[in-house]
């Protein structure tokens, strides 16, 4: 009868003990399962966010190429406003240089104004297209940096959500293995 009793018990301890390997195994592969799940949303998480962070560097790839393009532009103009101030002052030095026959005339001194004048309008121009220039670039510069700004912060929030969701995860996954 003792020994059928240590048998007895020695069969359900046997039991037990395969039982408990069977449950430590199936914990361990729901472990891996949830762990390479985790993997494989962060992978695509990191996916996603390189995606959209190639577009937004090819977007300010463009606005950068624009910017240079509107500012060659502007050079280029400059030049050429130069040039016309060459050729305006090529003509006072010509009137001043020519023999004055019968001292200024009425034409010399409306064609002076007029060129005056035009040079004035041209120097007004000028200002008000680099200060629209100027304005411009600024708030595509502010414009770019609160997108930028905004999007990092999303991507923050979302990793928080995400990666606080997935440690609650975790945390009861432990709590089953300690039961």
Do not use: C
Not at 45 to 64: C, M, P, R, V
Not at 112 to 129: G, V, Y
Not at 143 to 171: C, M, P, V, W
């Amino acid at each position: 009868s003792y020994k059928n009793r240590v048998l007895e018990l020695s069969d359900k301890l046997r039991n037990l003990t395969t039982q408990l390997e069977k449950d430590m195994n199936s914990t361990d592969v729901t472990k891996d399962k949830k762990i390479n799940d985790l993997d494989d949303k962060i992978m695509k998480w990191h996916e996603g966010n390189n995606a959209q962070f190639d577009q937004i560097q090819e977007k300010l790839t463009q606005i950068f190429t624009n910017i240079s393009d509107i500012k060659n532009e502007r050079e280029q103009e400059m030049v050429e406003l130069k040039n016309q101030n060459n050729n305006t002052s090529e003509i006072y030095s010509l009137e001043n240089q020519a023999p004055k026959l019968s001292g200024p005339s009425a034409m010399t001194a409306k064609m002076m104004e007029l060129l005056d004048k035009n040079s004035d309008s041209r120097r007004e121009t000028e200002a008000k297209f680099m200060k629209l220039l100027d304005d411009k670039t600024s708030k595509l510069r502010q414009e770019i940096g609160n997108e930028s700004k905004a999007r990092f912060e999303s991507i923050e929030q979302y990793q928080y959500k995400n990666l606080s969701h997935d440690y609650t995860e975790f945390d009861e996954i432990d709590n089953e293995i300690m039961k």
